[in-house]
């Protein structure tokens, strides 16, 4: 049995032929025609409009189908190649949203297809500007950071059941998710990163993130660590999850004094209330409480055996307790005040300084009496007693290692006393800028540090060499070396701890209060600090900085991790991005960039390297080796980069007049040359406002960050099929549902299917045009159309019929019939009675090639190769109207005229329902097309057309203009092509 589109290529034959001995047809240079789609090679089969006029799509013998924007005739796409169909294409519909093509061909395959729209799937509303985005591990859950300090988490990707992330105070800046016990981290512009738990949103604990503002977040995707680079040009590597920090009862009072043992587990700390409190680090557990003191507690100490608590108060008077918190002695120690208290190492002697400009070294116990000489005298109460400075005594602690003690006074001066020796210090150093308020020693004694005004300055004790300066921001309050002297643990009355390189002066990590920060402890043997502040409370945290990498001078701008953790990107400062081993920090290798780095990501797959530049070029490497693969021109600056996980795609932001996120083909065989289709744009998605984050989910989508408080999910149109169904002969006829999620398919061996597209499954088989007597003929489907409540398919056939069908049963619903064959003439001798006659319009005579639906869904129109255009009656299946053209005549004796001087390929409503358009081959190599007045029946226009036979045709959803698909004329120069037509009289 001949196809239709066999019969097709006969007839253009013929038409070709006698167009010979006419004159030549001329190419389509008519007043009417929009514009002409010109790039196929053969026959244009199949044309389809998308629902919002956007697109038109054309498929044709060539085996390609071709993408075009409506508006300005612009080649968008091909669909074709090695992924593409085998055969010549035969049929292309839209699906309703337009973001899917199914295409059908004579290699017995329907193939599914992205469009490239730039309208975004879906938009996800926040509260705040959106500052970035994460997904998490399951690929479909994300987050996204907001501009008013709230992260918005969806799980499985959808806005029900959002959950909101809050603490940060100003914008969020960065958010990942930990798998491993589904935890959220953010990072903030409060310098904090927080972590939430996933389930609930709530708080789980939070930790300062360098004194420097964040500029770039990321999360190992193993959850391992946590990297971030910040504004002062370094790189920090993150403990995840964080240990919680832990916090000593409720204090009523902030804290006044403060004091540690050297193994960091017992501290003293006084409060406004005027109350000494022992506490233990183990478990932040107070051990015993000391009252008495009648001024403001300027400083505590705790005896060698830890048996006796001293407190130095402003008053002057220095108490002592025993353990339980009995008084063991007072005396009034200094005029004006006391500053100091400490222990000798080795003897019993207290040590106090104060206001009077006095060290002092008390003979212990200070509660008993003083002893007699031999001549019944009392002894002194001290033993030593030295004038150390001119003015007041702002701190003084004793040295350990040999008793000796070092104070610092109002004189800006800092001495070094032998106190057995106490006319003269050991040593002096200043004067400073600023009296030194707070003293520390390093744990090997051997340096030691000042704050004074804002300024650390450190020096070598034996020689009183200055070795550092480390200014801060704000005052100094407090100090304390770590174990190895390489980190020097600052408390400042900007309320905060901050954990600072000695040899470079940046901020590890910092601990935040509420309130001025009195006194810290950066403990010997466990990563932790504790401190103590105003704000009333004790807190011990945890140091979860594992690693710090300075980048160099200026601003890092980011940093992205590997999808395997494998190593960490960092962006900046200047022109390059540096990878960096993620276990042991070791550098790897630079990638440069064109202008200073801006942006930049790593494959799935690990191959490549992307990284984007302020001179709006995208360099892309090969990441073992550093090899430049090739260069992509942005434009513009490049905002964000990210590799879809297939690695084929990379997609940026451009900062250009569009604020596009820009697709770009990054496909290349490592080891090989770049190919031809490298770093060529496939879609640009225009954006209000600039976008600043991008991120893939699993299934190739992607989200991007905005400031106009929105997030917007977009689908990458790929250049080879989505899904493929294969069938047993050609595929002539694809129809999607309303919801783009169900295809129906008709093939030439009479059978209609239907698939599941998200399922990628067969739903149903119906042999709808199989005929089983007097034997099997599969009779070809040529159209198949959805009826308006999408719950049932009109199929129509080469055995002259239509049928409906119930799409979820694949039961009969109706036929249309077609028109019975004249009875032959009776026999005189013959007396059984004539045939009985059809009443009324018959259906048609030959196969029918298209269908088309009233928008009420009570009319259906139908058109053939009998050279007839129909509308029948949905609930009938009635002819209720032909369509006679006036020019020709009537084939059959009794029956209207044809509606076309050939076969009618195509006909379609005008939205308004009130006309028909058809289309189709003409004689002598031409086309007709036509308009007709569906009430009626009339002709409103019709003529041949000089564009070569006519194989398919659509409306646009406007009804002003019309798409057809054409064969052309080689021999008058007319090629193969589409044409986009006014429509007639509009």
């Excluded at 200026?554 to 900046?572: A, D, H, Q, T, Y």
């Excluded at 690695?647 to 770049?674: E, H, I, M």
């Amino acid at each position: 049995m001949p196809t239709s589109r066999q019969i097709s290529c006969v007839a253009l034959c013929v038409a070709l032929l006698a167009s010979a001995g006419g004159l030549p047809a001329q190419p389509p240079t008519a007043p009417d025609v929009v514009a002409v789609l010109k790039m196929h090679t053969e026959t244009v089969e199949a044309v389809a409009v998308s629902a919002d006029g956007k697109f038109v799509a054309t498929a044709s013998f060539d085996k390609t189908v071709k993408l075009w924007d409506a508006t300005t005739g612009k080649e968008l796409r091909t669909y074709g190649g090695e992924q593409g169909h085998k055969g010549q294409v035969l049929c292309v519909a839209f699906s309703a949203k337009g973001d899917q093509l199914a295409t059908g061909g004579a290699d017995n395959s329907v193939r599914i297809w992205d469009v490239p729209v730039t309208t975004p799937l879906k938009t996800f509303a926040t509260t705040g500007a959106t500052t970035g985005v994460a997904v998490a591990n399951d690929g479909k859950t994300f987050a996204l950071a907001g501009a008013d300090g709230v992260a918005k988490v969806f799980p499985a990707g959808e806005e029900k059941g959002a959950i909101e992330l809050k603490g940060h105070v100003g914008a969020v800046l960065g958010v990942g998710h930990l798998a491993s016990g589904n935890v959220w981290v953010t990072a903030g512009a409060d310098k904090l990163i927080r972590f939430f738990n996933g389930t609930d949103g709530k708080l789980i604990t939070s930790y300062g993130a360098g004194s420097a503002d964040i500029t770039g977040f990321a999360v190992r995707p193993d959850s391992q660590g946590a990297f971030t680079t910040s504004a002062d040009g370094a790189l920090r590597f993150w403990q995840t999850p964080a240990p919680p920090t832990r916090t000593f009862p409720a204090l009523k009072d902030a804290v006044t004094a403060f004091y540690s043992t050297a193994d960091g587990n017992t501290l003293l700390y006084a409060t406004a209330d005027k109350v000494v409190t022992i506490g233990t680090t183990s478990n932040n557990q107070s051990a015993g409480t000391f009252a008495g003191a009648k001024g403001t507690i300027e400083s505590v100490a705790l005896s060698r055996d830890a048996a006796t608590v001293v407190a130095g108060c402003a008053d002057g008077n220095v108490i002592a307790w025993d353990r339980q918190g009995k008084p063991k002695g007072e005396v009034l120690a200094h005029a004006g005040g006391t500053t100091a208290t400490a222990f000798h190492p080795a003897q019993p002697i207290l040590f106090t300084a104060g206001a009077d400009g006095a060290l002092k070294g008390w003979n212990l116990p200070l509660d008993a009496k003083l002893p007699k000489d031999k001549d019944g005298k009392e002894s002194s109460r001290t033993k030593y007693d030295i004038k150390a400075h001119a003015g007041k005594v702002t701190a003084a602690l004793v040295n350990p290692a040999n008793g000796q003690v070092i104070t610092a006074g109002a004189d800006k001066l800092i001495r070094v006393w032998d106190v057995s020796k106490p006319e003269n210090p050991v040593r002096e150093i200043g004067p400073l800028t600023a009296p030194a308020t707070v003293l520390a020693l390093s744990r090997d004694n051997l340096t030691l540090a000042a704050g004074a005004g804002k300024d650390v300055l450190l020096w070598t004790l034996a020689d009183g060499k200055e070795v550092g300066k480390l200014t801060q921001p704000t005052d100094v309050l407090s100090l304390c070396f770590n174990a190895d002297k390489t980190r020097l643990l600052i408390g400042r009355s900007d309320n905060l701890a901050v954990l600072v390189e000695v040899a470079t002066g940046t901020a590890y990590q910092t601990f935040p209060h509420t309130g001025a920060v009195r006194g810290v402890v950066a403990h010997p043997t466990t990563p932790a600090v504790i401190t103590a502040s105003a704000d009333k409370s004790i807190v011990v945290s945890p140091v979860t900085c594992t690693r710090l990498i300075t980048l160099g001078k200026g601003k890092s701008v980011g940093v992205v991790v590997s999808p395997g953790s494998e190593r960490v990107l960092s962006i900046g400062p200047g022109k390059e991005a540096v990878s960096w081993n993620t276990n042991n920090g070791t550098k790897e290798r630079a990638f440069e960039t064109g202008g200073d780095a801006t942006a930049a990501a790593i494959s799935k797959d690990l191959q490549r390297v992307a990284v984007g530049g302020a001179d709006g070029s995208i360099r892309v490497y090969t990441t073992n080796d550093g090899k430049l693969v090739g260069t992509i021109t942005a434009g513009a600056p490049v905002a964000g980069l990210a590799f879809q996980p297939t690695n084929t795609v990379l997609v940026g932001l451009v900062r250009d007049k569009d604020n596009s996120a820009v697709a770009w083909n990054a496909g290349f065989t490592p080891g090989q040359p770049a190919p031809a289709e490298f770093g060529r744009q496939i879609q640009a998605f225009p954006h209000p406002v600039a976008a600043s984050a991008v991120a893939f989910s699993a299934d190739g989508q992607f989200t991007t960050t905005a400031a106009d408080k929105q997030a917007r999910r977009f689908r990458l149109a790929a250049d080879i099929p989505v899904k493929t169904f294969q069938h047993p002969n050609l595929v002539d006829c694809v129809a999607f549902d309303d919801t783009g999620t169900v295809l129906a398919t008709g093939c030439h061996d009479g059978v209609l299917r239907t698939y599941d597209l998200t399922k990628n499954a067969l739903l149903k088989q119906v042999n709808a045009h199989v005929a089983t007597a007097p034997q099997q003929v599969q009779n070809p489907i040529y159209a198949v159309l959805w009826a308006n409540d999408y719950k049932q398919i009109f199929t129509a056939s080469y055995d002259k019929s239509i049928k409906l069908w119930d799409a979820v049963g694949g039961t009969l619903v109706r036929e249309f019939k077609g028109a019975q064959d004249p009875a032959p003439e009776p026999k005189k001798d013959d007396k059984a009675p004539p045939p009985k006659k059809d009443t009324g319009p018959s259906g048609h005579r030959d196969q029918v090639f298209a269908l088309a639906l009233s928008k009420d869904g009570k009319l259906l129109a139908s058109s053939s190769s009998d050279k007839t255009v129909k509308v029948w009656d949905v609930a009938t299946a009635k002819v209720v109207r032909d369509f006679p053209n006036p020019e020709l005549k009537p084939v059959f004796p009794g029956e209207p005229a044809p509606s076309h001087p050939g076969w009618v390929h195509s006909v379609r409503f005008t939205p308004d329902g009130n006309q028909l358009v058809t289309a189709g081959p003409a004689p002598r190599g031409k086309s007709y097309l036509a308009v007709w007045t569906v009430a009626d029946g009339k002709r409103v226009s019709g003529a041949e057309r000089d564009f070569g036979p006519i194989h398919t045709m659509a409306l646009f959803p406007d009804g002003t203009k019309i798409v057809i698909g054409y064969s052309g004329v080689p021999r008058n120069k007319i090629e193969p092509a589409a044409a986009i037509l006014k429509f007639p009289g509009k």
